[in-house]
């Protein structure tokens, strides 16, 4: 017979796997596409990105040209090309029309050609360094970062990357970060968990686990019992009494008791294997009483009568009923049967 499970391990359960339900729902997606802002690996730019952002930056991105024009807002609008590779040649035009109206157009390591595209004079990197930047009129400005590891996780902290970094990309209230074209790029590879949720998930699951155990069977050989199994009554007894008690059911507990006072007394009675039940037995016993009384011309014995209208009463309506209900059969059957 099965165990009802316990209400803490229930809970127990429960609050795990909404535990691990809120990590997977609370973990940021990263990407494994190099100066990405969701991607935290060595060659990704997530500290950049997140540095911005606590210094007021809107990081908003961009994988095509609608998207880039609803982004960029003009003069308060940084653009962050990362790869220049990744615009078509058929793109390249409309890309850059747009993106000069910006505030700031910033491109990782440009090539010669975009370069002279883009300023007025070829920039001389051993004198400028790893950032050349030049006005393009009305306040906007045109910025070539030459060395990509300025914005790299790994090399951030190195030197003064990161002011530079800072300085180039934080000039505007928002910023336009290209780093895919139109799905070329930065698919979904993981979920970027924080330190602290790393410990808890393994706390979580080892806590599942040693509750299985705890509540499971022990570990060992199978023990080997000859069929079929003998079960003492007394065993069965207590078992579907226990069932019973479990699920109220009265009804089916009162009906196992008359069926069996109403077996053994018929059998005493003579009555047939068929009739044997509560109904017959109690017609059986009211006929044996009243014929009893003729005979003898006395008041008859009140037991078959009383016994009668207790194996056809009605359903116990509460536990107290049905247990002076197997009491008084058990009485009265004795009598009978004396």
Known sequence: ?????????????????????????????????????DNPSPHGAQ??????????????RAGNLDELRRGNTGDETTVLLTDEFLIPHDERQDFLASARTAGTLVVVDPSDSLRESLFDQEADESENGPVYAASAGDGKKIVALNDPTLLTNASVDDGGNARQALTSLGERRRMVWISTWNGATGEQTGLDWPAWKTPLTWAIGLSVLFLVVLRGRRFGLLALEPMPVTVK???????????????????????????????????????????????????????????????????????PHDLAEWLTGPTPENDKALVELARELDRLEKEILR
């Open 1 to 37: 017979m099965k165990r009802r499970p316990n209400g803490l391990i229930v809970g127990v359960l429960t609050l795990s796997v909404l535990l691990l339900v809120l990590l997977v729902m609370t973990a940021r997606p990263h990407t494994n596409t190099p100066l990405d802002p």
């Open 233 to 303: 009554a007394v065993e069965s007894t207590r078992a579907l009494a226990s069932l019973y008690r479990r699920s109220s059911a009265r009804d089916s507990a009162a009906s196992a008791l008359r069926d069996g006072t109403a077996s053994r007394v018929g059998a005493s009675l003579g009555l047939s294997q068929g009739r044997r039940s509560p109904d017959p037995v109690a017609d059986a016993l009211r006929a044996r009483g009243a014929a009893a009384a003729d005979a003898d011309g006395v008041t008859a014995s009140s037991v």
């Open 47 to 60: 500290a950049v990105a997140r540095v911005l952002e606590q210094h007021g930056v809107a990081v908003d």
